[in-house]
T-cell receptor
Framework: EAGVAQSPRYKIIEKRQSVAFWCNPI?????LYWYQQILGQGPKLLIQ????????DSQLPKDRFSAERLKGVDSTLKIQPAKLEDSAVYLC????????????FGSGTRLTVV | GENVEQHPSTLSVQEGDSAVIKCTYS??????FPWYKQELGKRPQLIID?????GEKKDQRIAVTLNKTAKHFSLHITETQPEDSAVYFC????????????FGKGTMLLVSP
């Protein structure tokens, strides 16, 4: 099966600019996650979608981050305006949404804010 | 919410030795514990997982043990090889279709030939 697709792979922006990331999950996977992985740390959940509804966005900095999942398939994550501390790898993952299943991660987008 | 602690942060072993990575979790409701391997610049990949109804699971050279009473679980790699060098993450969740994974901070394993 095809994996989780993410783009772009790399992005360099200046602080206060905006940026958007795209994710296409594995076909049929109802649950989609965005994680932020700062260098040297484990992935931290930003937002979880079940189909096109938000299940958990408690750790999403909503003053600057937004995400949507149109039609329950592709998803975009946006940062506006970006801060230096947003430099990280943004990982998208999907799962079937049933009990006790691990995630399949995409390759991630490495964001550098200068 | 759930908190997962992982130790050690780095682990250096000689090829052929065993490696053990330990994690503790805080939420007694957690019942699903996967381990991910992340090679440099690549995506995390699931290598093994365990559910709370079992105490140990093996897959060739890797094994995971779970002690629900003490709320800790461990990854064991035997006969390590240079290609085992990577960052390993443990994680925990309540295992429902909607529950999210909380990750540890990772262990960088270096296997020297």
């Amino acid at each position: 099966e095809a994996g989780v697709a993410q783009s772009p792979r790399y992005k360099i922006i200046e602080k206060r600019q905006s940026v958007a990331f795209w994710c296409n999950p594995i076909s049929g996977h109802a649950t989609l996650y965005w994680y932020q992985q700062i260098l040297g740390q484990g992935p931290k959940l930003l937002i979880q979608f079940q189909n096109n509804g938000v299940v958990d966005d408690s750790q999403l900095p909503k003053d600057r981050f937004s995400a949507e999942r149109l039609k329950g398939v592709d998803s975009t994550l946006k940062i506006q305006p970006a801060k230096l501390e947003d430099s990280a790898v943004y990982l998208c993952a999907s799962s079937v949404g049933r009990r006790d299943y691990g995630y399949t991660f995409g390759s991630g987008t490495r964001l550098t804010v200068v | 919410g759930e908190n997962v602690e992982q130790h050690p942060s780095t682990l250096s072993v000689q090829e052929g030795d065993s490696a053990v990575i330990k994690c503790t979790y805080s939420d007694s409701a957690s019942n699903y514990f996967p381990w991910y391997k992340q090679e440099l610049g690549k995506r995390p990949q699931l290598i093994i997982d365990i559910r709370s109804n079992v105490g140990e699971k093996k897959d060739q050279r890797i094994a995971v043990t779970l002690n629900k009473t003490a709320k800790h679980f461990s990854l064991h790699i035997t006969e390590t090889q240079p290609e085992d060098s990577a960052v390993y993450f443990c994680a925990a969740s309540m295992g429902s279709g909607y529950s999210t994974l909380t990750f540890g901070k990772g262990t960088m394993l270096l296997v020297s030939p």
